[in-house]
């Protein structure tokens, strides 16, 4: 069972330039998440979608943007790379309980990505 | 064991000893807590849960405790191993139907053999 696969592993962009960090789950999960997390620091959601073709912003959604055509897969859009950009980005995908409380997050091994 | 709060970055501990990491939340309405392990270079890894209803739960060699009068959180690691060593988070959700956890800042644990 894969879980939650991303890629690449590693870029390096320069600035102005785009690309996107590809993310798809086998877990028929409908809650998926972008991450993304700077040294020595926590977790900054930037999107989320609650099932397929339903997104919404998180806490950092600037610079960035996602699309949900399937279930399985919530590729994250970078227009024009900044420095600050420079980070690493996790997916993650869960099923919440009934009540959308628990809410187990599954987690990619990360993209780390350098803006230069 | 140690007991330090997620402000400070590092936690040292000797291998066998017990590590207590602690997390202070803020939001009261809060009712859901969940523990991250992250090793380097990986994502995190799911650890423990607790629902608000509960104050303690175990689980293999770890427990969290719940306390909601001083919303506090804690994850006690018992006979602490070197491959405890990484960071810790915790995140808190509140039940709704937009389902999003809020992830604290984290704290390094690093045993020493």
């Known amino acids: 069972n894969a879980g939650v696969t991303q890629t690449p592993k590693f870029r390096i962009l320069k600035i102005g330039q785009s690309m996107t960090l590809q993310c798809t789950q086998d877990?028929?999960?409908?809650?998926m998440y972008w991450y993304r997390q700077d040294p020595g620091m926590g977790l900054k959601l930037i999107y989320y979608?609650?099932?397929?073709?339903?997104?919404d912003k998180g806490e950092v959604p600037n610079g960035y943007n996602v699309s949900r055509s399937t279930t399985e897969d919530f590729p994250l859009r970078l227009e024009l790379a900044a420095p600050s950009q420079t980070s690493v980005y996790f997916c993650?995908?869960?099923?919440?309980?009934?009540?959308?409380?628990?809410?187990?997050?599954?987690f990619g091994a990360g993209t780390r990505l350098s803006v230069l | 064991g140690e007991s330090v709060g997620l402000h400070l970055p590092t936690l040292s501990v000797q291998e066998g000893d017990n590590s207590i990491i602690n997390c202070a939340y803020s939001?009261?309405?809060?009712?859901?807590f969940i523990w991250y392990k992250q090793e380097s270079g990986k994502g995190p890894q799911f650890i423990i849960d607790i629902r608000s209803n509960m104050d303690k739960r175990q689980g293999q060699r770890v427990t969290v405790l719940l306390n909601k009068t001083v919303k506090h959180l804690s994850l006690q690691i018992a006979a602490t191993q070197p491959g405890d060593s990484a960071v810790y988070f915790c995140?808190?959700?509140?039940?709704?139907?937009?389902?999003?956890?809020?992830f604290g800042k984290g704290i390094t644990l690093s045993v020493r053999p």
């Open positions: 993650a995908s869960s099923e919440p309980g009934w009540d959308g409380a628990k809410n187990i997050q599954y």
């Open positions: 979608s609650v099932g397929a073709g339903i997104t």
């Open positions: 877990m028929n999960h409908n809650y």
């Open positions: 995140a808190e959700n509140i039940s709704g139907a937009n389902s999003k956890l809020t």
């Open positions: 939001n009261s309405a809060s009712d859901y």
